[in-house]
């Protein structure tokens, strides 16, 4: 019985550890592009569960060369896509990238990530916390309409 | 004297449309006006707007006949393929309005227009277009055929670098889809960030107005289909 439960305690701890990172990555996505496109934007919901302010340092994948921060601005109707520096995330904050505004940038991409594809991102915040998030790949004209019923579109009409 | 000309055809619209609102059509009209009016739509006019797009080619590499817009609605969309995040909600907004508006986008002809030639070959804008609505026409061409339809249009599009990116840089550029009536005029911009229902819901809102206004433009509809 107490080997068992010790077992069990050693098979946790290295799971815990993983999934206790503050910063959280939900609803995870990547557009659909063509097999030949030199970047891919990528979107989520981050939040920071934790006490503390934190700030994302880094994410990677072997599904890209590099990937970085990037945020969509707009000023005088001129759209303008520029690198953020950093991203801080205030104690029970949340900070949502979504299509014309935030955005991993997800450069070099591995030709021929379809629709349906999942693509592991590794995520460092600033306590050191990594964890890998499953980023859904969709296609374009069904993911970007978040604001839509999406029961009533359709999906046989789209483009794969 | 072209300004004065330009003041007096935009008072006569003025008037049409008020006799427009005070026969009491939707209240998404009054967006419009105020497009109208205060917006840049009104700086630029005129039939020749058109002309600039016979310099480029579509996605399939053919010359492009700007008369084949000519009768019917159109909205442009300038921007270009590199550019993961404003350009395919832009054209997924628009894909998705098309669709809603089914039949009614018959009378609509969607282009997309390049602000980045060096890169976008027809193939690069066919590959890219496959991923939206089928009724959507890209067109390229040479770096003078694309400025001479990006200045058409008013239409701002300058070069950033970031050495990070595939290439060097990236394109700021306006992003806004350009409605223009069956006789070729800039209508209204509506911004291509907002969601496919308020480009719908702008749409929608349009046509029968310029419908009321130029019934003619009912008759250039009927022609054209
Ligand atoms: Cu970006």
Known sequence: ?160 | MREASRAGKRRSVYIRMALVMTLGVAAGVTMFIATLRSGPATQVTGRNTLAALSELVDQQGRPFDAAKIHGRYAVLYFGFTFCPDACPLALSNLTVALRQLDPEAEKIESVFISVDPARDTPEKLNEYLAHFSSRIIGLTGSVQAIQAAEQSFGVIALEHNDANLPGGYTVDHSNDFIVLSPSGRVLMRVPANLSADELLAQLRTLIPVVEAIQPQARLHVSLAS
Not at chain 1, 8 to 31: F, G, H, N, Q, T
Not at chain 1, 47 to 70: D, P, T, Y
């Open chain 1, 1 to 160: 019985m107490m080997r068992r439960m010790m077992m069990v305690v050693a098979m946790a701890v290295p799971v815990m550890s993983a999934m206790a990172c503050d910063l959280k990555v939900e609803s995870a996505w990547i557009r659909e592009a063509p097999s030949n496109a030199t970047s891919l934007a990528g979107y989520a919901v981050l939040s920071n569960a934790g006490s503390k302010g934190l700030s994302v340092v880094s994410a990677s994948s072997a599904a890209f060369g590099r990937i970085e921060m990037h945020e969509t601005l707009m000023a005088n109707g001129i759209a303008m896509m520029r690198a953020l520096d950093k991203l801080e995330i205030a104690a029970g904050g949340k900070v949502e990238f979504v299509p014309g505004g935030k955005h991993f940038m997800l450069i070099n991409p591995r030709p021929g990530l379809r629709s349906g594809d999942a693509v592991a991102i590794k995520f460092k915040d600033s306590s050191g916390c990594e964890s890998t998030i499953q980023f859904q790949v969709s296609a374009a004209a069904a993911a970007a309409t978040d604001t839509m019923d999406h029961s009533k579109m359709d999906h046989s009409a789209m483009h794969h």
